[in-house]
């Protein structure tokens, strides 16, 4: 069952309507600009799927271009030299194409558009979401190949002298290159000490001669988004870290290992938690969103099913030190496929 | 009056609520996060601001930093292990600060926040934001000296089989490298015939010997955006281009002296559009947004007032070519202040 059928269950006779932004690239092929954030000529998009199975989106006439073919604009003015209050005709548009019994996403959506009498079938769409059709999971792996490149140029010019914000410029001109043009990218990227705050951003810091590096590297290609993460080692590092590094490392292996279909996400974060400590989860899920279900912390009841694709990291951090290792599984029939390619060792060469 | 007590005057009495991103800056100093989109650990944030003059904010336990001393956070979790549903949460707890009479930007607001009753005073709030106070003009400046690195870092880098991806990472290198930090750039960086199109995206072209580079850069730092664009030329161009510049040069001029309290908007786009032909507005407001009022466009009955900043830009586009410049002014008691200090002519010696 694609996407669009899953969603007509969930909306189960009932028009849909959200402006949830995975939703919407989810229903209609829609890739937001976010990098600068939100655009004075544009304003949130709305996806209103209607019981026959009709997807229209309300959108600026500037932001037609990657919608799938069968989805139907609804278009209020973008890039223009007239004034238009372009927010509150996005809301109006979607008003008038909503009819009947509704379902949808409340908190997502704006003024009089949250007026009207809804269910709230968000968990439902959030869950269907989760399992990935076949051209999202190569959306994926697309974009999981460029982040691939940004951990290979990240590994190569990691040295002594060498800044953060020096070390972020060539990993991000290195998929940028590989992608052909911009890509939004969440990063974390620390060295030495900063390593025991789990993450942060590339500041100034220049490298010392036995610093480690922490790099989680997230760019999203398209609609759909990557993740990743490794620690390097340039010069000698204790061996609690290099132990500490293997602790994660077997716990990367060993949660993979748990991964099946009719598994409990909770039981694949309490595998891992076995054998490293880390103050944050051992995984979740990766696609329209950088973090969505099923979520691997402690607890979550979900069962992981085939199609779902999910980040792990497990890692391990100490008095001055952190170190974490990440890779992106989908789920199988039978266990799980790895999709990440980037190397973990702690030195180059493994 | 400074931006508080504006922001005062137009709610007359009226609890004020907003979640458009830029009021909600606006009246707490909140530095949003938005180079990767919108977080699954935070939510839309919320300005609530009774009448006596109490600012507080809705916003995730990790987003407290940039705050000004005097506004308040109501906070829900932030980055977690534990699963909560944080916009219903902002939403929930937003409505519990909302009280009386209430006046805001409905089209913001989300889900059950927009059902309350309120008086729409967007407008009046947008024009409130254009007037800046001294601490958003010194802002604005250094947001401005960051671009101006940038332009520098374009121009020397242009050259014959420099790709536009190429230039992007110098430019964007030498701006983080200024900031000290990852910076949310919006950016036009086109060569050759692609300058024809007004802007776009950097891609894989390389420049050919006598190509024309355009470049419009906008860096936000902190919570305040800049803006700039020139046009540089690297070997011979036709007589036509040259001209086109000149006349885009001397349109910008006429805007500039334009300029003064009492003006309205749309003269001052008259003016410059008897000097040269494009298909954009000549000008806009420039802060908390890229794009905001005074917008400088024709037949904008608006009057310009001290303490308006406006990004002015003419341009000249032809076949297979175009050229467009512009500098950041801030509106005076009797003309206004160039605030951009970027290189404008063709060629780097001019």
Known sequence: MRRLERALVVADGRTLVSADPATVSWLTGHVPEIEWGPS???????????????????????????????VEPVTFPGFAVEDVDRRSRAIELALSLVDGRVAGEPASLPGALARIELDDVGVE?????????????????????????GQAAARSAFAPGVSELELWTSVRAAMETAAGGRLPVLADLVTG????????????????????????LVPRVGAYWADSCATVA?????????????????????????????????????????????????????????HEQPRIIPGNEQLLEPGMVIALEPGCYGEGWGVRV????????????VLSGHQLGLYSTT
């Open 326 to 337: 990440e890779q992106v599984v989908v789920v199988t029939e039978d266990g799980c496929d």
């Open 40 to 70: 004075p000529f544009s304003a949130p998009p709305v996806v209103v799927v209607d019981a026959s199975g009709l997807v229209r989106i309300v959108v600026s006439e500037d932001e037609t271009d990657s919608l799938s073919p069968d």
């Open 125 to 149: 769409l959030q869950r269907a979401r989760a399992v990935k059709d076949r051209d999202e999971l190569d959306a994926i792996r697309s974009a999981i190949a460029i982040a691939d490149k």
């Open 193 to 216: 000490p900063r390593t025991a705050d789990v993450g942060g951003a590339p500041g100034e810091r220049r490298a010392d001669r036995d610093d480690l590096l922490l790099i989680d």
């Open 234 to 290: 340039h010069g000698d590092v204790p061996n609690l870290v290099r132990d500490g590094h293997a602790a994660a490392r077997a716990a990367l292996e060993t949660v993979k290992a748990a991964v099946a279909p009719g598994v409990r996400a909770g039981d694949v974060d309490a595998a891992a938690r076995v054998l490293a400590e880390y103050p944050h989860h051992t995984g979740h899920g990766v696609g329209l969103t950088v």
